[in-house]
């Protein structure tokens, strides 16, 4: 089953999942119209990825500048879900800071926007897969927290099946309680007896 696929390769996917681009060297010379997004979607498909669907302009590094993340719907039968790019002015040039692997997901169905935590001076992007992959013989949800500024993705699977009723993995790396916290209250109002877990699960 391909969500099971899925399931089995998150861990690898999401501790390879942002690399920097400046190995690839994809630096364009074009400036940013800030306040233009087609331009920006534009620079986006043309320069990085066709497959690019949405942008977002925002402060995502504690510089308090701005900067774009790109979000690509990859839609091969081999190697499908969604994408992440940084996009940041160098002078007349736009940077490729880094790049997201392809992860679980779907913009059709999901929901993608910008977030802002108190305390925490720049802003995130959050995804949450919704009902994207229920209606298998249980459900799973995936959620996202991309932090460019630390470069790491918080993230989280819901389960609920049969012999895992509605469990929540967390990974590691989510060591900040505002996140943890954000994962499960997201969860415990539709599912008051959501546990948390050590592991991730594979539905199989």
């Known amino acids: 089953m391909l969500l099971n696929k899925f399931s089995f390769l998150i861990l690898i996917l999401i501790s ?4 920097s681009c400046a190995d690839k060297k ?3 010379d074009v400036i940013l119209d800030f306040d233009d997004p087609k331009q920006l979607l534009s ?4 320069h990085f990825d066709k497959d690019i669907k949405k942008v977002f302009v925002g402060e995502f590094e504690d510089k308090k ?5 790109a979000v690509a719907e990859k ?3 081999s190697d499908w879900g969604i994408k992440f790019y940084h996009l940041v002015q160098d002078k007349n040039q736009v940077v490729c800071k880094f790049e997201s692997k392809i992860l679980p997901g779907d913009l ?24 994207y992959f229920l209606g298998t013989a249980g459900g799973e949800i995936y959620m996202y927290l991309i932090d460019f500024n630390l470069n790491e993705i918080y993230y989280s699977h819901f389960v609920n099946d049969y012999d895992t009723p509605a469990s929540l993995y967390i990974s590691e790396n989510t060591k900040d309680l505002k996140f943890r916290n954000f994962f499960v209250t997201n969860l415990k109002k539709d599912y008051p007896n959501l546990k948390v877990v050590d592991k991730d699960i594979s539905l199989d």
């Not at 500048?65 to 993340?69: D, E, G, L, N, P």
Request: hydrophobic share 35%.
């Open 108 to 131: 059709a169905s999901g929901t993608l926007d910008k977030i802002k935590f108190p305390n925490t001076s720049y802003e995130l992007i959050y995804y949450n897969s919704l009902d």
């Open 16 to 19: 390879l999942s942002i690399f």
């Open 43 to 46: 620079v986006a498909q043309t």
């Open 75 to 77: 839609l091969e039968d």
């Open 26 to 28: 994809e630096k364009k």
């Open 65 to 69: 500048t701005k900067s774009v993340v």
